[in-house]
């Protein structure tokens, strides 16, 4: 009858311990973090972390690879597409064209055109570009 009862209450014993191993122990005792218990702070963190750094373009690389199909490298235009030349212009006459476009002052197809450039993250002033090109065209 000894025998029985000490089997008896060693089987309580391990039920009331819990019998598991030692990995089943360790997920028990370890606490689940929360997607909610991340602060603004941290994810303000996180996200920087995951923006690539933006590229500043040069008013070379925006040109020649925006402006030059249509206005050549010379500033000369281009007849087929019947765009103008800028080359016989002032800087004041290309920075004030260059202004209404930004002001979307009737240019319709050089207003979308500096919309994609500007999508692409290619930023550029009137004032900048017009004395870029004037210098350009005219050295």
Do not use: W
Not at 47 to 70: G, H, Q, R
Not at 78 to 91: F, G, R
């Amino acid at each position: 009858m000894q025998q029985k009862t000490t089997i008896l209450l060693f089987t309580l014993a391990l039920i009331a311990v819990g019998c598991s191993d030692s990995k089943t122990q360790e997920t028990q005792q370890t606490p689940v973090a929360k997607a909610t218990e991340v602060t603004p702070q941290e994810a303000k963190v996180v996200k920087k972390a995951v923006v690539a750094p933006k590229k500043v373009y040069t008013l070379d690389e925006i040109y020649n690879s925006m402006c030059v199909e249509c206005h050549s490298s010379d500033g000369s235009g281009n007849v087929e597409k019947l765009t103008p030349s800028m080359a016989d212009l002032s800087q004041k006459e290309m920075q004030e064209a260059l202004l209404e476009v930004e002001n979307d002052d009737g240019h319709v197809i050089m207003e979308h055109n500096r919309e994609q450039i500007l999508k692409m993250g290619m930023e550029y002033s009137a004032e900048d570009m017009a004395k870029y090109m004037f210098e350009k065209f005219n050295k």
